[in-house]
C-alpha cells in the first residue's frame, strides 16, 4: 500500500471520547488539532503544538468546528429509506403488528437487488452528512434474498464507511425463503471471513451478523436451524407485546428466555428494542453480555413505548 501523506486538521474543538478508565479521559481541546497517517490517527494536542511538530504536513484549517470520532448506529435499516413519506392505501394501522404487514413486510417483498443497493446508498449518504461512521444494518428482501448482502456491502465500500450487516431470516413467507435467509446469512459470514483471513484491505470495514426477525415469527425449528450456523446474532426483541404474547404461547417462556434457550444471546448478538422484557429478562441479558440497543425516534413513531 503506498505511504499517504500526513494530514493535521488543526485549529478545530476536539472531543476525544476515549477511554474513560484512562487517567487521561474524554478530553476537549478548545484549540485542537488531529494528525493523520496512512488513514489512523497519528497525534492529538493542542493546535500550536502539533504545528510546530509536524511542519510537512499537509494542513486543513477546521474554523472552529468540533471534530470527533465518529458516531455509530447500532441497529437501522437501509431498505427503509423507501418508507420516508409513504403513504399506506386503506384504514390506519391500529398497532405494531398490523404496520408490520400494511408497511413493512409489503415493502421487502418489492425490493429488487438493485433497489436494495439504491437504498443503502441513500442512507450512507445521509450518514455521512451527520457525522455517523460506522452501521450496522438489519436486511429484508423476501423476494431477493441472495446476494442481497453483497448489493449492499458494494454501497457501503464505495461510500468509505463501516457496516456490519445480515439478513433477516423469518418463517413468515414460508420455509423456502426462511432456509433462503439462512443460507444468506451463512453465504456472507464466510466471505467476510475469507477476506478478512485473506488480507484484503477493504474487508476491515465490513462484519457479519447473523439477522433473525424477532421470536414473534421463528419456530422452533427455524431457530435451532440458525444457532447451528451461526454465535452472533441481530434480532428484533418485545418491540411490542405480540412478541411476548407469541412466545408465550409458543414455548410457555418470556422472548428473551425462549431465544436464550436456542443460543441466541451473548456477547456478540445484538438484541434490538427490548422494551416490553421484565427485570428477570433485563438480568439474563447482563448475566450473557448480550447488547440491547435502543431506538426511541422509532419506538415513539410506532407507539410500541420505550
Same mark, same amino acid.
Given at each position: 500500500m503506498p505511504i499517504q501523506p500526513a494530514t493535521l486538521i488543526h485549529h478545530a474543538t476536539v472531543i476525544t471520547f476515549d477511554d474513560s478508565q484512562a487517567e487521561e479521559a474524554n478530553?476537549? /481541546?478548545? !484549540? @485542537? +488539532? %488531529?494528525?493523520? #497517517?496512512? &488513514?489512523?490517527? @497519528? !497525534? %492529538? @494536542? #493542542?493546535? +500550536?503544538a502539533l504545528l =510546530?511538530?509536524?511542519?510537512? =504536513? #499537509?494542513? /486543513? !484549517? =477546521? &474554523?472552529g468546528r468540533l471534530l470527533m470520532p465518529g458516531l455509530i448506529c447500532s441497529h437501522t435499516h437501509f431498505y427503509g429509506a423507501f418508507a420516508r413519506g409513504m403513504y399506506i392505501p386503506g384504514p390506519p394501522a391500529k398497532d405494531f403488528p398490523e404496520i408490520l404487514e400494511k408497511l413493512w413486510w409489503r415493502l421487502d417483498k418489492a425490493l429488487d437487488l438493485e433497489g436494495v443497493q439504491r437504498s443503502a446508498e441513500v442512507c450512507l449518504v445521509d450518514a455521512i452528512r451527520h457525522g455517523t461512521t460506522t452501521l450496522i444494518d438489519h436486511h429484508a428482501s423476501q423476494r431477493a434474498i441472495d446476494g442481497s448482502l453483497d448489493a449492499i456491502a458494494e454501497a457501503v465500500q464505495s461510500s468509505g464507511l463501516r457496516a456490519a450487516l445480515c439478513y433477516e431470516v423469518t418463517d413468515r413467507d414460508g420455509p423456502q425463503a426462511a432456509q433462503a435467509g439462512i443460507a444468506e446469512n451463512v453465504r456472507f459470514q464466510r466471505k467476510t471471513a475469507q477476506a478478512h483471513a485473506a488480507g484484503d484491505p477493504s474487508a476491515g470495514r465490513i462484519a457479519a451478523t447473523f439477522g433473525l426477525h424477532a421470536s414473534l415469527t421463528l419456530s422452533d425449528a427455524t431457530l435451532a436451524a440458525c444457532a447451528a450456523e451461526s454465535d452472533r446474532f441481530h434480532v428484533h426483541v418485545a418491540e411490542h407485546p405480540a412478541d411476548q404474547y407469541d412466545s408465550l404461547a409458543k414455548s410457555g417462556q418470556r422472548a428473551v428466555e425462549r431465544l436464550h434457550r436456542f443460543g441466541i444471546t451473548g456477547a456478540q448478538s445484538i438484541f434490538a428494542h427490548c422494551i416490553h422484557i421484565d427485570a428477570w429478562e433485563m438480568a439474563l441479558l447482563r448475566e450473557t453480555q448480550t447488547a440491547v440497543s435502543h431506538q426511541p425516534r422509532s419506538n415513539m413513531n410506532n407507539a410500541v413505548g420505550a
Open positions: 478530553r476537549i /481541546w478548545p !484549540d @485542537g +488539532a %488531529v494528525l493523520m #497517517e496512512n &488513514g489512523l490517527i @497519528g !497525534d %492529538v @494536542g #493542542e493546535s +500550536a =510546530a511538530r509536524y511542519p510537512q =504536513a #499537509e494542513r /486543513w !484549517d =477546521a &474554523g
